[in-house]
């Protein structure tokens, strides 16, 4: 059984390495910026309110293909900067996983009573600095256990990439087969190095609730 | 310079609010001079809250004018924000931060807002606390604190601000008789300090021994506007009579 991972090692590791780089900056991007849209959706702007509105209805409810689909054979077409199948898949996956972290944050933006915005507002700070001293950080502590749900999930959904001539772990199985390899077996490694990725993912949760849980 | 008469600290002019069909403050009419302790009684309902918060702009009002030292409160914005940074508040429910310490709490207004460094605005911050009795609470948590506790240090909070006149919305309703007495005093020793105050309260000692004025609503009105003395010994309507009768027979 362990044969098929040796022979095998650099396509494994490559592809691995690879997930785990889309994942990063999928993850550092979606996090931004669906912080971004959430405070724009709880704004008193309703300019903003309405675009940041309209970005989640739109984004998540298109299946993740059809994002793909969008950045890696309708953008270039567009004649703007010309960009790698890896970069352009890093795009989509922050595109689409900024709407579920965009909703995680507003509900925990939710969560945080109306009394520490009055107080804070009270002191004369504006609302901006408001949402990035008082508002955001506590909402963050609230939502750790559903945003790191998100998290696993954008880690899953970057096998995607590889049905877009980006070589990650999803890209394994198929160039196992054109190598004749058992490609039963072959999974099996997927799926056991894909748990290895999600575990420092549910031990950061952990830390991160225990850490915080003193704070209301 | 001309002997202008300085304005007062807090004027409000025929303010008039609605929440939808209620009508919560009606015709306003209220001057709060430099220095002065102004105490704001009156059943639950009356509208004292709903004023307290129309003069920081927390609670927006229908018409009217509003002037904090002289100036109009402002619409939305930057001078909104600027104008409150003078206004220091003192809520019922503390509304401390969660996420941050005490001495945090008391260093976030003058950092963010009047750009103090960390180190300055931490010393600062400590002063306050020891004033208020809880520099030993300093590196706390809101929630690790008692009531009284985190009532005095929101009371730092806002004064770390060096505000020009400080608004209390009922700073002891949401406390234990014991811890009562330990925010009072703090309230007292401020007052006797020259500090102008407009405190929404239920505490008629501290009105008796603080409040230079007392100014009784009821229904969104100020029925009565007099000197303590005057007000408890001898009330002129019939809804402070009722009142009076209701809270100082027990």
Same mark, same amino acid.
């Given at each position: 059984?362990?044969?098929?991972? &040796? $022979? $095998?090692?650099?396509?494994?590791?490559?592809?691995?390495?690879?997930?785990?780089?889309?994942?990063?900056?999928?993850?550092?991007?979606?996090? %931004?910026?669906?912080?971004?849209?959430?405070?724009?959706?709880?704004?008193?702007?309703?300019?903003l309110r309405t675009a940041g509105a309209g970005y989640v209805n739109i984004v998540r409810n298109t299946p993740l293909?059809? =994002?793909?689909?969008? !950045?890696? !054979?309708?953008?270039?077409?567009?004649?703007? /900067?010309?960009?790698?199948?890896?970069?352009?898949?890093? %795009?989509?996956?922050? /595109?689409?996983?900024?709407?579920? &972290?965009?909703?995680?944050?507003?509900?925990?933006? $939710?969560? %945080?009573?109306?009394?520490?915005?009055?107080?804070?507002?009270?002191?004369?700070?504006?609302?901006?600095?408001?949402?990035?001293? %008082? &508002? =955001?950080?506590?909402a963050f502590r609230?939502?750790?256990?559903?945003?790191?749900? &998100?998290?696993?999930?954008?880690?899953? $959904?970057?096998?995607?990439?590889? *049905?877009?001539? /980006?070589?990650?772990?999803?890209?394994?199985?198929?160039?196992?087969?054109?190598?004749?390899?058992?490609?039963?077996?072959?999974?099996?490694?997927?799926?056991? *190095?894909?748990?290895?990725? =999600?575990?420092?993912?549910?031990?950061?949760?952990?830390?991160?609730?225990?850490?915080?849980? /003193?704070?209301? | 310079m001309t002997a202008t008469p300085s304005p007062p600290m807090i004027r409000m002019v025929g303010v008039q609010k609605h929440f939808g069909p209620l009508h919560v403050l009606k015709d306003i009419n209220l001057e709060v001079s430099r220095g002065e302790v102004v105490v704001v009684l009156g059943p639950s309902g009356s509208g004292k809250s709903t004023l307290c918060r129309t003069i920081n702009r927390l609670e927006s009002i229908d018409s009217g004018t509003i002037e904090v030292d002289g100036q109009p409160l402002p619409a939305e914005g930057r001078q909104l924000a600027r104008l409150r940074a003078d206004v220091g508040m003192v809520f019922q429910t503390f509304n401390l931060f969660a996420h941050k310490t005490i001495v945090e709490n008391v260093m976030l207004g003058p950092v963010k807002v009047r750009k103090v460094s960390q180190a300055e605005a931490r010393k600062t911050a400590v002063e306050l606390l020891e004033r208020v009795g809880i520099a030993d609470q300093a590196e706390k948590y809101p929630a690790q604190l008692?009531?009284?506790?985190?009532?005095?240090?929101? @009371?730092?909070?806002? +004064?770390?601000?060096?505000?020009?006149?400080? +608004?209390?919305d009922e700073p002891t309703s949401a +406390?234990?008789? #014991?811890? @009562?007495? #330990?925010? +009072?005093?703090?309230?007292?020793?401020?007052?006797? #300090?020259?500090?102008?105050?407009?405190?929404?309260?239920?505490e008629m000692g501290f009105a008796r021994r603080a409040a230079h004025r007392v100014v009784f609503m009821s229904d969104g009105e100020i029925v009565e506007d007099a000197p303590p003395e005057e007000f408890f010994g001898a009330p002129k309507s019939n809804r402070a009579k009722d009142f009076l009768g209701k809270i100082l027979t027990h």
């Amino acid at each position: 059984m362990i044969d098929v991972l &040796v $022979n $095998n090692w650099p396509l494994f590791a490559e592809g691995f390495v690879s997930t785990i780089e889309l994942f990063a900056l999928a993850a550092i991007g979606s996090l %931004v910026l669906g912080t971004i849209l959430a405070t724009m959706r709880v704004s008193p702007v309703p300019v903003l309110r309405t675009a940041g509105a309209g970005y989640v209805n739109i984004v998540r409810n298109t299946p993740l293909t059809l =994002v793909f689909f969008f !950045f890696v !054979f309708a953008y270039p077409r567009l004649g703007l /900067v010309e960009l790698s199948f890896f970069t352009l898949a890093v %795009v989509s996956l922050t /595109v689409y996983t900024a709407a579920f &972290v965009c909703e995680t944050v507003r509900a925990g933006i $939710n969560t %945080v009573p109306l009394g520490q915005g009055e107080a804070s507002r009270a002191l004369g700070l504006t609302f901006p600095q408001t949402l990035i001293s %008082v &508002v =955001v950080p506590q909402a963050f502590r609230s939502v750790v256990p559903p945003l790191t749900s &998100v998290m696993i999930a954008l880690l899953k $959904n970057t096998t995607i990439a590889a *049905g877009f001539s /980006v070589h990650e772990a999803g890209a394994i199985t198929p160039a196992l087969s054109e190598r004749g390899e058992p490609i039963l077996l072959g999974m099996l490694w997927i799926v056991i *190095g894909f748990l290895i990725l =999600v575990l420092p993912l549910s031990a950061m949760q952990r830390t991160l609730e225990k850490r915080w849980r /003193v704070a209301r | 310079m001309t002997a202008t008469p300085s304005p007062p600290m807090i004027r409000m002019v025929g303010v008039q609010k609605h929440f939808g069909p209620l009508h919560v403050l009606k015709d306003i009419n209220l001057e709060v001079s430099r220095g002065e302790v102004v105490v704001v009684l009156g059943p639950s309902g009356s509208g004292k809250s709903t004023l307290c918060r129309t003069i920081n702009r927390l609670e927006s009002i229908d018409s009217g004018t509003i002037e904090v030292d002289g100036q109009p409160l402002p619409a939305e914005g930057r001078q909104l924000a600027r104008l409150r940074a003078d206004v220091g508040m003192v809520f019922q429910t503390f509304n401390l931060f969660a996420h941050k310490t005490i001495v945090e709490n008391v260093m976030l207004g003058p950092v963010k807002v009047r750009k103090v460094s960390q180190a300055e605005a931490r010393k600062t911050a400590v002063e306050l606390l020891e004033r208020v009795g809880i520099a030993d609470q300093a590196e706390k948590y809101p929630a690790q604190l008692s009531g009284g506790q985190q009532q005095r240090a929101a @009371i730092a909070r806002a +004064l770390a601000m060096r505000p020009k006149v400080m +608004l209390f919305d009922e700073p002891t309703s949401a +406390l234990d008789p #014991e811890m @009562i007495n #330990e925010v +009072l005093d703090v309230m007292t020793t401020l007052a006797s #300090e020259g500090m102008t105050m407009l405190v929404v309260t239920h505490e008629m000692g501290f009105a008796r021994r603080a409040a230079h004025r007392v100014v009784f609503m009821s229904d969104g009105e100020i029925v009565e506007d007099a000197p303590p003395e005057e007000f408890f010994g001898a009330p002129k309507s019939n809804r402070a009579k009722d009142f009076l009768g209701k809270i100082l027979t027990h």
